[in-house]
DNA sequence: CGTTGTTTGTGAACGAATGCACAAAGTGCT
DNA sequence: AGCACTTTGTGCATTCGTTCACAAACAACG
């Protein structure tokens, strides 16, 4: 079934002391911009795949990913020679060696903390199950709050959080609380072992080295936006950049 | 009251034909990764505020920002020269100049596509208003969900997309609809006039030139988060990337 | 007024990321 | 087999971003 098995298992992963010019060999081997890519092209690969797709050129893929084909060559170089030469990449192999370069060949248990209006729509989501990462808890301060049913599971109480983490070897927390307690929920999971935090209140964290904090921050995005909004129209209008059209 | 009216005002906007070895002067003066940051300053800045800071160095505000000290002068010395040798930066005054170049001092209206888990979320937020940006509506294709209050406003439907936009002048859409219908929908977005979008379904929206896309993507975060702690753990175990641990 | 101490603003070196352009490596047809 | 054609993988130039380190600018104080 497996198309993968019939595709030469050069499993060439790139071991050579320096490369010249190159980025210096990121941590993990992998440039930082390549790795946030990744998911991109993987997402992509899974579209074409449904489609019917068996093989695909790295432009059909660039296209489907919105990049540029020499940028995913690139970037797809960085894990091993995967393509062929005049055809392009077995679309179902590439699928595997992206998700083992991304870590997704195991599953990775979440946790939740805060199941305020953000936590509960993500509680809700089902695209998160559907690339190995599991809900094992979502957890609030809000005693009423508790037993609440919430897609795959129910809302328990914070003091819980040391004892889901490490019954559950949850690697990845998920803050959704209000700034003000946010600090304090991410020394706990830190303590208790999480190294990975997703973090969605508007704060900045502090943590320790060897602790990996994202941050999603809306709005943060709309504020960048609205630099190019504003850019474009005085740019389109006189450029007084300043005390006009009031709305 | 405004100290900011006793600061000297040198409305030097840094305007030479190009500096040298820089960024070769970006698309407003601003280099990409700088506008990126300001929001950041300038959440720090509104903490130091409310903290009763008048002025702050910046080791003060980097360290609030989570930011090297240069690379925070240097962002802050493409807005133009606004600090004090010996002394720092008047908070007050900052916070206006960098609401200025973010395009923060007018007001922005915001339409929100998609009225489930995630378009309630964000609707319900307050944190948008705060700094000048405005849910002027929400629309949802479901009958069922018409007319239901949601924060500030009321779902209404998606027919009256291209009304609500220009009757409110909206400048910010935001997609929180599922990713099928996504394209259709920033689609009918641009073609009434939206030239932001911030997008939160999980795929690539082909746009015009001219039209600015920012996304949202919970799923790749997660996914960037697990490369980096599979690489932890892979370092501190043995060094078998694969098939190794599955949970 | 000069001296001391502090902090900004920036030149310059370094490092990372992008995109071009092409040789190398493959397919498929005759 | 030989040839034409396609597509990968990458060397290289360029652009963009970060960080160091320091001179210039200002305050404070005697
Ligand atoms: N909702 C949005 O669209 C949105 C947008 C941008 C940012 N955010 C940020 O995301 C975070 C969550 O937003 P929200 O709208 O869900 O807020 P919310 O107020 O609806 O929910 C916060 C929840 O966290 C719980 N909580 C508070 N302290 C806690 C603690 N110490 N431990 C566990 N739970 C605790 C509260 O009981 C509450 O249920 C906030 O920081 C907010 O600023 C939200
Ligand atoms: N909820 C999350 O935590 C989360 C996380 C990551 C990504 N996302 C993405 O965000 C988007 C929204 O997520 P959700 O959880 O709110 O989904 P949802 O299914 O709860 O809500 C989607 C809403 O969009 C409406 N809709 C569908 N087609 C429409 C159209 N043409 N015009 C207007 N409205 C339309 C539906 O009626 C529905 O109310 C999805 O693309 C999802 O993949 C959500």
Chains 1, 2 share one sequence.
């Not at 595997?96 to 370069?101: F, L, N």
């Not at 209006?117 to 094992?136: D, E, K, P, V, W």
């Not at 080295?209 to 190019?228: C, M, N, P, T, Y």
């Amino acid at each position: 079934m497996t198309s993968a098995a019939e595709i030469p298992d050069t499993e060439t992963v790139p071991e050579e002391p320096s490369g010249g010019g190159e980025p210096a060999r990121v941590a993990g081997g992998i440039p930082e911009a390549t790795v946030a890519r990744l998911p991109v092209y993987l997402r992509a690969l899974y579209t074409l795949a449904e489609r019917g797709a068996n093989t695909v050129s790295s432009d059909e893929l660039a296209a489907c990913a919105g990049v540029n084909s020499a940028k995913l060559r690139k970037d797809l170089s960085h894990l091993g020679s995967y393509g062929i030469r005049g055809v392009g990449y077995d679309v179902e192999y590439l699928v595997y060696q992206v998700s083992r370069a991304l870590g997704l060949t195991q599953n990775w248990s979440v946790v939740i903390v805060g199941a305020g209006n953000l936590g509960r729509a993500l509680a809700n989501y089902g695209g998160f199950l559907t690339r190995g990462f599991q809900i094992s808890a979502i957890l609030d301060s809000d005693p009423s709050l508790v037993g609440r049913p919430i897609g795959p599971v129910t809302v328990r109480h914070v003091t819980e959080l040391e004892s889901v983490i490490t019954s559950n070897s949850v690697a990845i927390g998920v803050i959704a609380t209000p700034a003000g307690t946010a600090q304090v929920v991410c020394d706990r999971l830190v303590a208790a072992g999480v190294t990975s935090i997703l973090n969605f209140a508007p704060l900045v964290l502090n943590v320790p080295d060897g602790v990996d904090v994202r941050k999603v921050d809306l709005s943060i995005e709309l504020q960048i936006l609205a630099f190019h909004a504003q850019r474009r129209f005085a740019e389109r209008f006189g450029q007084e950049s300043d005390s006009a059209a009031e709305a």
